[in-house]
């Protein structure tokens, strides 16, 4: 029987489908344990199914982040079985409703807050003693195009990318030169995933590169 705990740990979170559900199955094959998380149990247990048809590792973990004393739990149980985090993937995140500025719906503006950006707060708070127990600890921020680019009617969700990106870098000018900690941030660019149809519903997905292309480009990071 598989030593789970004697396995690089990763925890990844919107990995219910998408570039989150391609990055934890190929994490697993290339022999990490995945913690994965996400609000649809359905579709985190189809991901774990996956996985272990393909001789992996998994745990889930559902839940929405939204929840902040959920994360706090989270942190605590990762601690007491593990001791250690070796990656944090934040994926997860929340489109909203393109639209101008002035008409941004402030509901959904909260909403976006909560999950783009303080629950990926919150997790790095909940994680960071676990990340500093790892010989080799990264985390590792998706983020899009729209963060350092502005774009019409997407201000909403590109506000939260770009505060996401400072948060995260921010965190690693604090944490590099005191812990193995490294950072880095992402942008995927035009991939084929649920969140991408949505935005561009004309879209001819067959052009657009598949979630496991976005998932190597964040395998790539963690060496």
Known sequence: MTDITAKKLALVTGA????????AEMLAREGWHVIITGRT???????DDRIHKAGGTATIAPFDLADGDAIDRLGSAI??????LDALILNAAQLGTLAPVPHLDLKEWDKLI???LTANMRLIRALDPWLRQSAAGHVVAVTSSVASTPRAY???YAATKAALENLVSTYGEEVKNVSPIRVHI???GATRTVMRARAY????????????????????RLG
């Not at 219910?16 to 990055?23: D, K, V």
């Not at 149990?41 to 991901?47: F, P, R, S």
């Not at 601690?79 to 250690?84: A, V």
Request: proline share 10%.
């Open 16 to 23: 219910s489908r998408g570039i989150g559900a391609a990055t």
């Open 41 to 47: 149990e359905a579709g985190l247990a189809e991901v």
């Open 79 to 84: 601690g007491g079985r593990w001791g250690r």
């Open 114 to 116: 909560a999950l783009n």
């Open 154 to 156: 997407w201000g909403g």
């Open 186 to 188: 992402v942008d995927p």
């Open 201 to 220: 519903p004309g879209e001819d997905p067959a052009r657009l590169k598949p979630p496991e292309d976005a998932a190597r480009l964040i395998l790539d």
